[in-house]
């Protein structure tokens, strides 16, 4: 045995040990921003919904009895007497008041961004996957493995 083939064993311990301590937790990294960014997002839009709703029924000015969630599903009968202006968080643990048309202005622009981040870390995601997959068809080609494996089926949903 030459001594390039007593380094194949190595080489593939390496490799491997690469994708699953660099590669996967990459992977795992971006895919949690993604889906942290994604509960952002439904999180505007049921915003978007709600003060929607408050437009369409005309109590902006009125008194508006609702529950407010105080966490943990832990709902308490809450009284706005002014439902005209809405506190919204802007990021960083920042609120600001706005009128409701403002806040749906806001609203837009930040699901907007949000969409283009997460549209990114999709991106970045693939990026990973692929760098996965060339590793592994390197370690396929280093050990001289048969090509004829069946092909791995390709997900659309993540």
Do not use: W
Not at 52 to 73: F, P, R, S, V, Y
Not at 78 to 95: L, P, R, T
Not at 101 to 122: G, N, R
Request: with cysteine.
């Amino acid at each position: 045995m030459s001594e390039d083939n007593q380094d194949i064993p190595e080489k593939v311990i390496e490799y491997e040990r690469f994708v699953n301590e660099v590669l996967r937790k990459d992977l795992e990294k971006v895919l949690s921003s993604r889906d942290e960014i994604f509960a952002q997002i439904a999180e505007y839009l049921q915003l978007r919904t709600t003060i929607e709703k408050i437009q369409e029924t005309g109590c902006e000015n009125e008194e508006l009895k609702t529950q407010i969630d105080l966490g943990c599903n832990f709902y308490a009968q809450a009284k706005v007497q002014d439902a005209s202006m809405i506190f919204v968080q802007i990021g960083f643990g920042f609120f600001v008041e706005f009128t409701l048309k403002e806040a749906l202005k806001f609203i837009d622009k930040k699901t907007k961004l949000l969409t283009q981040q997460s549209e990114k870390l999709t991106q970045d995601s693939a990026k990973i996957k692929a760098h996965i997959k060339l590793v592994y068809e390197g370690l396929r080609e280093i050990q001289h493995l048969n090509k004829d494996l069946p092909k791995e089926h390709r997900s659309v949903f993540t």
